[in-house]
């Protein structure tokens, strides 16, 4: 139990291109689903809180017009990159919390996704 | 406010050998603890929690993880490494009780030597 999907695994545009990222938990319900940005051989980096049916909760320096969280379903969120650009390259990493099991702050993780701006 | 530092960016270990990874954690208030673990170009799986249980807590993979308040640590352990525990290894913190913001170290790279 306790899946969490993230579709594509990986992902090449060209610059100013727009991606989006699904994040899907397939067998528990999520309120709560947080998008990770990690470089290489270094920790996650929160970027933003994501709770079902309100708006994005965004880390400071993170841009919320260039990175587009919608979380419409207990089950999906999705991170847009807007007008991408080769800065943007990263991991990208989501994780949800169970509504049954959010007490505990557990985290289930996706498999990321891998982007690379031309 | 909350933080976690690992000791040691990279821990290499031989087959067999006793696997130590570890965390010290920074919370003003009690905290819950975790270990991640990272293979590459996969998301983080965890490994084990602490949250105010028992203060040795025992998690998939043979590993086990004890939480000493008094020296502020969660240290990783497992007896006998194998080749297949290579990976990135994080330790995390949050504030206990629901619904709080988790805080990742820097992660801790072990390699396995046959």
């Known amino acids: 139990g306790a899946v969490v999907s993230q579709h594509p695994s990986w992902v090449i545009c060209k610059s100013g291109t727009s991606v989006k990222i699904e994040c899907r938990s397939l067998?528990?319900?999520?309120?709560?689903m947080f998008w990770y940005r990690q470089f290489p051989k270094q920790s996650l980096m929160l970027m933003a809180t994501?709770?079902?049916?309100?708006?994005?909760?965004?880390e400071q320096g993170v841009e919320k017009d260039k990175f587009l969280i919608n979380h419409a379903s207990l089950t999906l969120s999705t991170l847009t990159v807007t007008s991408a650009h080769p800065e943007d390259s990263s991991f990208y990493i989501c994780?949800?919390?169970?509504?049954?099991?959010?007490?505990?702050?557990?985290?289930?993780f996706g498999p990321g996704t891998r982007l690379t701006v031309l | 406010a909350q933080s976690v530092t690992q000791l040691g960016s990279h821990v290499s270990v031989s087959e067999g050998a006793l696997v130590l990874l570890r965390c010290n954690y920074s919370?003003?208030?009690?905290?819950?603890l975790f270990w991640y673990v990272q293979y590459p170009n996969q998301g983080l799986q965890l490994l084990l929690k602490y949250t105010s249980a028992a203060t040795l807590v025992k998690g998939i993979n043979g590993f086990e993880a004890e939480f000493k308040k008094s020296e502020t640590s969660f240290h990783l352990t497992k007896p006998s490494a194998h080749m297949s525990d290579a990976a990135e290894y994080f330790c995390?913190?949050?504030?206990?009780?629901?619904?709080?913001?988790?805080?990742f170290g820097t992660g801790t790279k072990l390699q396995v030597i046959p």
């Open positions: 994780s949800a919390r169970d509504r049954e099991r959010g007490n505990h702050n557990e985290q289930f």
């Open positions: 994501s709770n079902e049916g309100s708006k994005a909760t965004y």
């Open positions: 995390a913190v949050s504030a206990s009780g629901g619904y709080q913001k988790v805080t």
């Open positions: 067998d528990f319900q999520a309120t709560t």
């Open positions: 919370s003003s208030v009690p905290p819950y």
